[in-house]
């Protein structure tokens, strides 16, 4: 099913009435008639905006046959949907040890962490597993808290951690945070995101603001006094690419004041922007590495946390103690992705590929007067849709229609921060398919003008 592609967006919106209502395929209605009256509604999920029958590469296709390219996938499908290999080593592996009991382990399991410790740069070398990002963020934060003896939190404003108590009260986002009866985790402070226009567009001179987005980090560490970590996305995948030297500078804050340093490289790791992990493009070694989402390959749910070996200091208590922790179909479904992520090169086909996009869309666009930037990296790219370049507003109606205009083309994404059309296609799309959706976007673009 394709979810509510807005953050925060209305079911009335006038674009998405207009889609629901020319739906005439009865079992796709018949479907999101059930749907709507199974599942709890919440923002950003049920009820849904379409069907799927089936998944296959970088395709989807709906009930009534309908095909996208799906340039969003929650930030799975790295390697595309069913990957043939990675399917028959699901199928093998059920065969051969279909689930371990907590207690025991298994071979799958084990290489899957020794695997993940080698991957990681530096000592991070100490892993446990969840079965989702949110999960995972939560065992990060317990082991922050049982290391340093602290329990405060720095992280940014529109930030997205994760949908539990604990990830969404060091996320940032509204939606997350909103109607909840009572307060959220005490401690969790907040600071300004690396985003501001000098930020976004590198201006510099006298108007620069000289990196002060991250000095505000280094003056909330100074200020509180007892912070546990900085939890942190390297790279906000709506996309926002932070300043050169930022996260060295906030790296060398943490170290000066005894908090560890947090990357949420759920949506971002494990190649997507171009290297194996997206803060290596700036050059640091974080305490503490959160993996997600592309992990299972596009099909099992599986999370990790990668932690420095001197932080294994927890043996006396239980800060992950799930079920499916050592699961060895997802373990063998990790560890198929990451053989095809190396083997097929797709960490450099994804630089390649994105640095091919953003010089296409530049090409196009860069003077276009509704699109105030274009950003990402590798295959996690952006367009910003605005009233005007000077102001940049945004203009999440003109990015609506341009969506559904997309939409009714066969190609699938989603919009952020309610104006930024966020694409993010698999690393394994084929370059005239990219090439293909990059020209739907232009055109609607253009169309809507």
């Not at 934060?141 to 602290?150: C, V």
């Not at 079920?323 to 450099?348: C, F, M, Q, Y």
């Not at 559904?404 to 989603?414: I, M, N, P, T, V």
């Not at 993010?424 to 673009?445: E, G, H, R």
Request: glycine share 8%; with cysteine; proline share 5%.
């Amino acid at each position: 099913m394709l979810e509510r592609h807005t953050e925060g967006e209305a079911n009335t919106s006038a674009a998405r009435a207009e889609w629901s209502a020319r739906e005439t395929h009865n079992e796709t209605r018949d479907l999101l008639a059930r749907d709507a009256n199974a599942f709890l509604h919440q923002s950003l999920s049920s009820p849904c905006l379409s069907t799927i029958a089936k998944a296959e590469g970088i395709w989807i296709e709906d009930t009534s046959g309908r095909r996208f390219m799906d340039f969003h996938g929650n930030s799975v499908h790295h390697i595309g949907y069913g990957h043939p290999r990675l399917v028959q080593a699901v199928k093998d592996q059920i065969d051969a040890l279909p689930f371990s009991p907590r207690r025991f382990t298994n071979d799958v399991s084990v290489t899957l962490a020794e695997r993940l410790g080698a991957l990681a740069p530096g000592d991070l070398s100490k892993v446990l597993f969840t079965t989702g990002g949110s999960d995972a963020v939560e065992v990060a934060l317990r082991l922050a808290r049982a290391a340093t003896g602290r329990f405060k939190t720095i992280s940014f404003w529109d930030a997205f951690h994760g949908a539990g108590f604990g990830a969404s009260s060091v996320g940032g986002e509204a939606t997350f945070r909103s109607h909840i009866a009572g307060p959220l985790l005490p401690g969790a402070e907040h600071v300004a995101p690396f985003h501001c226009y000098h930020c976004a567009y590198g201006h510099p001179g006298p108007d620069s603001c000289g990196l002060a987005c991250a000095k505000m980090v280094e003056f909330a560490l100074q200020r509180e006094g007892d912070v546990a970590a900085v939890i942190a996305e390297p790279m906000r995948a709506v996309p926002v690419v932070p300043p050169p030297g930022y996260w060295q500078a906030v790296q060398a804050a943490c170290h000066k004041h005894g908090a560890l340093l947090i990357m949420d490289e759920i949506p971002t790791g494990l190649g997507k922007t171009g290297k194996m992990f997206a803060y290596d493009h700036d050059a640091i070694q974080p305490d503490i590495v959160v993996l997600g989402k592309a992990l299972g390959g596009g099909m099992l749910p599986l999370a990790a946390v990668i932690a420095r070996h001197d932080l294994d200091v927890v043996g006396d208590y239980a800060i992950g103690h799930y079920t499916h922790e050592k699961n060895p179909i997802t373990a063998r479904a990790a560890l198929t992705t990451l053989d095809i992520i190396e083997e097929e090169g797709l960490v450099d086909r994804a630089a390649h590929l994105g640095a091919h996009a953003q010089d296409r869309l530049q090409s196009d666009l860069h003077t276009h007067p509704h699109v105030g930037d274009i950003r990402g990296r590798g295959l996690m790219f952006g367009i910003e849709i605005v009233t005007d370049r000077d102001s940049r507003t945004p203009d999440p109606d003109r990015a609506e229609r341009i969506y559904y205009s997309c939409l009714e083309q066969g190609l699938s994404f989603k919009i952020s921060a309610s104006n930024v059309l966020t694409l993010s296609p698999p690393m394994t799309i084929d370059k005239t398919d990219l090439n293909t959706a990059l020209s739907i976007v232009i055109d609607a673009i253009k169309a809507h003008s």
